[in-house]
């Protein structure tokens, strides 16, 4: 079946740092991919998506690129700051025709932290 | 405010009892879903419903029950039978199965 495998954490870097959260997928056919931010006691939000190889998502900063040839999709930001302390977690759904299509397979979640 | 709404935000329960938490959403969107989060892990897919009237199992439907009366709602019942009930569930909405899926606030249940 299909699976997300994100990087251990938590992550702790100071402001301004380059961050990189690394996410790899197992998945049939050709697979949506997503990144979810998810802030302390609140839901998830969206906070970029690919949906097909080398396709770049983007947003509030934050990158990813899909990269089918290593099934990664790595979470990047060239500079964090503290309000980026949150939870991230890499996702997929399958494409059409698959057992699991439109349903998310989620990574296990990576916490960040960013102190002053 | 468009979005998806669930409630209540925290509720506790006694062992035993079972529990509806609310879902709606006036985003218009054609499918719907129930995710489960348990500490230091990812979202678990309890059911989902393609449209109204119509839903199947996830991962995990094992003590829980749903209905699709409504387009807009989309209720769960964590009934006696699901063994470890105590989690923050997350109610998920998408325009049609395969579109990109938005997320409720959560809603924290504990079970005493």
């Known amino acids: 079946g299909d699976s997300v495998t994100q990087m251990e954490g938590p992550v702790t870097l100071s402001e301004e740092a380059f961050l990189t959260i690394n996410c790899t997928y197992t998945a049939t056919g050709y697979p949506s991919l997503f990144w979810y931010v998810q802030y302390p006691g609140e839901g998830l939000q969206l906070l970029l998506k690919?949906?097909?190889?080398?396709d770049k998502g983007s947003n509030k900063g934050f990158e990813a690129t899909y990269r089918k040839e290593t099934t990664s999709f790595h979470l990047e930001k060239g500079s964090v700051q503290v309000s980026d302390s949150a939870v991230y977690f890499c996702a997929l759904t399958e494409g059409a025709g698959g057992t699991s299509y439109g349903k998310l397979t989620f990574g296990q979640g990576t916490i960040l932290t960013v102190h002053p | 405010d468009g979005g998806i709404t669930q409630s209540p935000k925290y509720l506790f329960r006694k062992e035993g009892q079972n529990v509806t938490l609310s879902c709606e959403q006036n985003?218009?969107?054609?499918?719907m879903y129930w995710y489960r989060q348990d500490p230091g892990q990812g979202l678990r897919l309890i059911y989902y419903s393609q449209i109204v009237n119509d839903f199947q199992k996830g991962d995990i439907a094992e003590g829980y029950s749903v209905s699709r009366e409504k387009k807009e709602s989309f209720p769960l019942t964590v009934t006696s039978a699901q063994k470890n009930p105590t989690a923050f569930y997350l109610c998920?909405?998408?325009?049609?199965?395969?579109?990109?899926?938005?997320f409720g606030e959560g809603s924290w249940l504990t079970v005493v």
């Open positions: 985003l218009n969107h054609d499918a």
């Open positions: 690919a949906t097909k190889a080398d």
């Open positions: 998920a909405s998408s325009r049609t199965v395969g579109n990109t899926i938005y």
